[in-house]
């Protein structure tokens, strides 16, 4: 779950704007925190704010603690390290997630991938020295990726990577993950009024307490971090987004984000600049917005309606398309005229 120096700045900014003022007599617990090297940002209302903020944090580094695959002491790190070798095992919530992570592979044809980490490393998007592997090291790495080496013992809740040389980063389900968490212990402390943001990640709750509802901004992958092209009301759900904007570099003039393609071991290049996905499922959510980001503009718009969760699409032309069940919740933002918005008026 890495965050280069320069991205830390740029997620102070937060990437989704909290739009519209506290409202209403109650002031809520608000601030920032830096947990799960990202930025987390909280806005939460009720007289068990502050304690259900503090639960919340804890929760959020226990997490970190158990699945980053950076941390040496990691039950990620431990995985990875005896890949091929034996079964490591695992506490509930850690093999919980990578049970679903082997799901999501399957649900996604392979697109969404967690033991894409071998390539991840080598590119090095996220850290101060990216490069640009060659053809041949890609090869080698991409040989070792495939979710189905995910092998789960569920009778003593243990894991083992088949082959030696094998890893898993959760990284790309892990924000979604820890919303679902924080919504959990938000209501175990009996609020259910604001939002966390975690690197972007927008987990909202019910409404603001004089009834007015929660409205984000969403991101325009080709401006700052608070420039956004529309808005959209949240209540009980959380809202995920891949884009290519997020953690890049460049050589030669060429963008190389951080989203790899399993298949090509490589950034996806799929004419998509942004995927957001909105669904009460925040782990679904954000492995989504992973995967369809890498299936690719002709894929995400023959489903756009089929997929059982909330979309907004951005690709490279600047067309934005909204999927029906958010028409209702979605108002076009943008000040500049640069996009064109699919939405019936």
């Known amino acids: 779950m890495p965050l280069s120096r320069g991205m830390r700045m740029t997620a102070l900014l937060i990437g989704f704007l909290l739009l519209a003022g506290c409202g209403g007599r109650e002031a809520p617990v608000t601030g920032t925190s830096f947990l799960m090297d990202t930025i987390v940002e909280y806005k939460l209302y009720g007289k068990n704010a502050q304690a259900a903020r503090d639960a919340i944090e804890a929760e959020l580094a226990g997490i970190e603690s158990r699945m980053s695959m ?5 039950e990620v790190a431990r995985l990875n390290e005896n890949a091929g070798r034996g079964y490591v095992p695992l506490s509930e919530d850690t093999y919980g997630l990578l049970s679903r992570c082997a799901a999501f592979g399957e649900a996604s044809g392979g697109a969404f991938d967690v033991t894409i980490a071998p390539l991840t490393a080598e590119w090095g998007v996220t850290s101060g020295h990216p490069q640009v592997p060659s053809d041949t090291r890609i090869d080698e790495l991409r040989a070792l990726v495939g979710y189905r080496d995910i092998l789960l013992n569920s009778a003593d809740r243990s894991a083992m990577l088949r082959r030696e040389g094998q890893a898993v980063d959760v990284g790309g389900v892990a924000k979604g993950y820890a919303c679902d968490a924080a919504r959990r212990v938000a209501r175990e402390y009996g609020v259910d009024s604001g939002y966390i943001s ?6 909202a709750m019910g409404a603001k307490p004089d009834g007015e509802p929660l409205k984000f901004g969403v991101r325009d992958p080709r401006g700052g971090g608070n420039d956004y092209i529309a808005v959209v009301t949240l209540s009980d759900t959380t809202m995920a987004t891949s884009g290519d904007y997020e953690r890049y570099f460049e050589r030669d003039g060429v963008r190389y984000h951080h989203i790899l393609d399993p298949a090509t071991g490589r950034p996806a290049d799929t004419g998509l600049m942004s995927v957001s996905v909105v669904s009460p499922d925040g782990a679904l959510a954000d492995s989504m917005s992973t995967w369809l980001f890498i299936k690719g503009r002709d894929y995400v ?5 089929a997929l059982g969760c909330g979309l907004v699409v951005i690709d490279r032309e600047r067309n934005v398309y909204v999927s029906n069940d958010l028409l209702d919740r979605f108002t076009p933002a943008d000040p500049g005229g640069s996009y064109h ?3 019936p008026s």
């Open 70 to 74: 950076y941390l040496p002491d990691s």
């Open 198 to 203: 975690i690197g972007g990640n927008i987990m």
């Open 301 to 305: 718009l023959e489903n756009l309606n």
């Open 341 to 343: 918005f699919e939405v």
